[in-house]
């Protein structure tokens, strides 16, 4: 069953990340990252990792996807030109992404003692993680609400029409 | 090989393996700002599947905790990247990576 399901989703994460670099149109880019997003979640749920298969779902699925569709359409974004440079990262970029494939993959393979994968066995429930969250990490996780403030501080201060000192645009 | 097998975890790992290369290779050959931008967030998602799969294999919430924090930090980069790239576009008028190789106007 874990197999079967390993199988299926691994494929739909594989052809859509593949399926990401061959559109030409950046909203069909878009919608297969979305398929790779959920299906890494459920490989997430397969892993036994329950609230970041959710957290996965809502927050790159939902959030951050539906924020690159919109900026796609507010922007009007069409079919990607062809270049002289696009050629020639072509040329660089395929053998080099071999072999960094190759370092990493090797890396994995030499690692020892990598056991199974189980679908009943060691689900991390979620209050054992908010557990070493809310207690061990509690001030890291205050320090991203930071982040997060100055992120929507900062995006909005860049989006925003006019120039530094906040005169419209004549 | 039997369907009632279990998977071994290093599958897991080489599959992150290659969805962050075939992030990777996005980020060199695609010529649109924004597919750049989201080659970049599927190289996330690919290195939070390897915490995922090690957090597994060790028994330890931490790698679990990391790929929390990763998610917020992608959520506030998406955030302000995007920003960014209208304010590119607002000034350059394309989104051609091509066109948008100078700092200055």
Redesign the interface.
């Known amino acids: ?4 399901l ?1 199988i299926i989703f ?1 494929a739909l ?2 052809t859509g ?2 399926n ?2 061959f559109q030409k149109q ?1 909203i069909n ?2 919608l297969s ?1 979305i398929v ?2 959920t299906s ?1 979640a459920v ?2 749920l ?4 329950e ?2 298969a959710a ?2 779902v809502i ?2 699925a939902g ?2 996807m539906v ?2 569709t919109f ?2 359409m ?2 009007n ?1 069409g079919r ?4 002289l ?2 050629r020639a ?2 040329i ?3 053998p ?3 072999a ?2 190759a370092v ?2 090797t890396g ?2 030499k ?1 020892q003692g ?5 679908i009943q066995d ?1 689900i ?1 429930s979620t209050a ?2 908010s557990t ?2 809310f207690t061990k ?1 509690l001030l ?1 996780f205050e320090v ?1 609400s930071v ?2 403030l ?3 501080l ?3 201060a ?2 925003r ?1 006019g120039d530094a000192e906040g005169r419209e645009p004549k | ?1 039997h ?13 992150s ?10 980020f ?5 700002l ?2 750049v ?3 970049i ?2 190289m996330l ?1 690919a290195v ?2 390897s915490f ?2 090690f ?3 060790w ?1 330890d ?2 790698g ?2 990391f ?3 990763v ?10 990247g ?6 590119v ?2 000034a350059r008028a394309t ?2 990576v ?1 066109r948008i190789d100078l700092m200055k106007l």
């Open positions: 069953m874990h197999l079967i390993f691994a994460c594989l990340a593949v990401l670099l950046p880019s878009a990252l790779v997003m890494i490989l997430y397969l892993l036994g990792a609230f970041l957290a996965q927050v790159y959030a951050i924020l690159f900026v796609v507010l922007l974004a990607e030109e062809r270049t440079g696009s990262y072509r660089v970029g395929f080099a992404v071999a960094i494939l990493i993959a994995f393979m690692l990598f056991g199974d994968a189980g060691r991390t054992e993680l070493v969250l990490l890291p991203t982040l997060i100055v992120a929507i900062g995006s909005v860049l989006a029409k | 090989m369907l009632s097998q279990e998977v071994p975890l290093v599958w897991y790992l080489i599959l393996a290659v969805l962050f290369c075939l992030g990777a290779l996005g060199l050959i695609k010529r649109n924004i597919t931008f989201m080659s967030e599927l998602n939070n599947l995922v799969t957090a597994h294999q028994h919430v931490k679990q905790i790929v929390f924090f998610m917020v930090v992608a959520a506030a980069e998406a955030a302000v995007l920003a960014i790239i209208i304010a576009f607002r989104l051609a091509d």
